[in-house]
């Protein structure tokens, strides 16, 4: 059975880096790739950072470019969301998702930037 982990939200003043990890059994991220999603309430959930299965490549969302680092820690099947110089607009719910014949959903981790 397959499913993901995260963990790594909590609050954090503007300027100031979090980390998120994803932490996947019954699927190998290393080959089905994850990505990273953010929901505020009431809006759509947004797609934030992506990273491959297979050779690893990256995108990201415009506003994150530069900020936010998505990586692959195939020993411990395992991605990560590095996101620095965070924002208080980066405030959300953030979500990992893969496909394995059918989306994967983690449990979401809160993220709350403010002063």
């Known amino acids: 059975q397959v499913r993901l982990v995260e963990s790594g939200g909590g609050w954090v003043q503007p300027g100031g880096s979090l980390r998120l990890s994803c932490v996947g059994t019954g699927v190998m991220l290393s080959d089905a790739g994850l990505s990273w999603y953010r929901e505020v309430s009431g809006q759509e959930r947004e797609l934030v950072a992506i990273i491959t299965g297979g050779p690893g490549n990256t995108n990201y969302h415009d506003s994150v470019k530069g900020r936010f680092a998505i990586s692959r820690d195939n020993a411990n099947n395992a991605v990560y969301l590095q996101m620095d110089n965070l924002k208080p607009e980066d405030t959300a719910v953030y979500y990992c998702?893969?496909?394995?014949?059918?989306?994967?959903w983690g449990q979401g981790t809160q993220v709350t930037v403010s002063s």
């Open positions: 998702n893969t496909y394995w014949f059918r989306p994967y």
